[in-house]
């Protein structure tokens, strides 16, 4: 079978900003640390991997991940305990309550590719470690990047995943925007991926609910 040969896949994705900057939380097992919130269609703790004194390197993937497990734990229980280190860590979404949680953490270090800007590693939902930097990763990345003012609008930077220099996405600030009351940018992300399988479904004649049914509450 045919499939046509797409290289590449550039979205803008939606508004993002920085919830917090320089937030000192404990975690169990590694100390005081500091981290960052950025919001990119999910809140990600954002920290360097110097804190955490492990080599950004894919052979350090399950101790970088153990790091990441551990914040992200310990922002969560922050954020059900309540009190000032919750308004600290500024995990709270101006239109959707259910989007108001400590999704995941990315551990960011050096590339592999001097030419590229930087090299994460996002560790996500219960615990699972994304092979490629994350476009939600990235553009959170983008926003506080851009609140720090590392990163100019219309400035393009090259992140690699874990995996280095094979795995990279490309982001940029288009603009930038007043989104529910907050400073945001609007974050394009640019990558590509291959496929790995399909599926054919089909519709069977004889089929009695093969078009639809309601069920009643």
């Not at 500091?34 to 101790?63: H, P």
């Not at 553009?139 to 393009?156: D, F, N, P, Q």
């Not at 399988?197 to 069977?204: I, M, Q, Y």
Request: contains cysteine.
């Amino acid at each position: 079978m045919f499939w046509p040969r797409v290289h590449e896949v550039t979205f803008e994705n939606v508004p993002s900003f920085a919830a917090a900057l320089d937030v000192a939380i404990n975690v169990l097992g590694y100390g005081s640390l500091t981290v960052d919130v950025g919001y990119g269609g999910a809140f990600y703790a954002l920290i360097d991997a110097a804190q955490l004194g492990i080599k950004m390197r894919a052979e350090n993937a399950a101790a970088l991940a153990a790091a990441g497990r551990a914040i992200t734990d310990a922002g969560r229980a922050a954020l059900r305990a309540g009190g000032a280190l919750t308004t600290a860590l500024g995990v709270s979404h101006p239109e959707e309550a259910d989007l108001s949680f400590l999704y995941g953490t990315i551990i960011s270090g050096p590339p592999e590719d001097p030419s590229h800007h930087s090299r994460n590693l996002c560790l996500f939902a219960e615990g699972e470690v994304d092979r490629s930097p994350t476009g939600s990763g990235v553009s959170a990345r983008l926003a506080v990047l851009h609140a720090r003012g590392l990163v100019k609008t219309g400035e393009e930077i090259a992140i690699e995943s874990i995996l280095g220099r094979e795995s990279v996405f490309r982001g940029r600030v288009v603009r930038t925007e007043t989104w529910a009351g907050r400073s945001a940018v609007i974050p394009e992300v640019r990558g590509s991926a291959h496929m790995t399988g399909s599926a054919r479904f089909v519709l069977d004649e004889n089929d009695p609910i093969g078009r639809g049914f309601l069920v009643a509450r």
